[in-house]
Structure formats: structure tokens, C-alpha cells
């Protein structure tokens, strides 16, 4: 079975940093591309980063682009989020996909999803 675990996230004071993590298990994600997303309450769900299989290519949304970091590390199947300068706009659940064979910024290709794991940012 399949699974994606998160973790990572906590409360952070604005202009701090977390670093969230997802742990892919029951099948290999290396050649896949996976992604992270985003949702705060009483709003939809929306794309923060996504990286390619070899991690030579990443695509962030504009609300993060300079502030937030995606990686991974195909040897743990994890990707990680590096979260800077953090923004109280930035408190949401934090989710991590995989299993998409393109870079994606929907939430279409993706087939597998993580629980989340929640960031909250006071100011």
C-alpha cells in the first residue's frame, strides 16, 4: 500500500523557518515527480512546489518563490520543503504529493496524497 507521511510542521513566529518532510513508502517515487500543497481554512487548496524525478527541475507558486525551498532525496524516497521567512499567510495544512509523471502546479496528476501536517505562523 502506498503511503506518504509528512512531518515537520509546528507554530513558528513570522520571519522564522520549518522545514516540513515526506516520507514516501510501499513503492519507490524516485521516478516520479511530487509536489507540495497548501490548504488555510475556508479556502481551496492551492500548489506551493513541485520537483522532477532527478530534482533538476523545480516550479513554485508566487506566494513562495524566494522564501521556500523543495528538494529530495530518491535514496529515503523524501522530499523536503525548506519554509523561510514564513508569513502568517502562510499558515494552512501543508500536503505532499507524489506519483505524477509530469511537474505539475494542479492537483490532477497527482495520485498519492499525504495526510498533512499543519504550519501555523503568529505574527
Known amino acids: 500500500q502506498v503511503q506518504l507521511v509528512e512531518s515537520g510542521g509546528g507554530l513558528v513566529q513570522a520571519g522564522g523557518s520549518l522545514t516540513l518532510s515526506c516520507a514516501a513508502s510501499?513503492?519507490?517515487?524516485?521516478?516520479?515527480?511530487m509536489g507540495w500543497f497548501r490548504q488555510a481554512p475556508g479556502k481551496e487548496r492551492e500548489f506551493v512546489a513541485a520537483i522532477r524525478w532527478s530534482g533538476d527541475n523545480t516550479y513554485y507558486a508566487d506566494s513562495v518563490k524566494g522564501r521556500f525551498t523543495i528538494s529530495r532525496d530518491n535514496a529515503k524516497n523524501t522530499v523536503y520543503l525548506q519554509m523561510n521567512s514564513l508569513k502568517p499567510e502562510d499558515t494552512a495544512v501543508y500536503y505532499c504529493a507524489g506519483g505524477s509523471t509530469v511537474v505539475a502546479a494542479t492537483p490532477w496528476p497527482y495520485n498519492y496524497w499525504g495526510q498533512g501536517t499543519q504550519v501555523t505562523v503568529s505574527s
Open positions: 510501499g513503492r519507490t517515487f524516485s521516478s516520479y515527480a
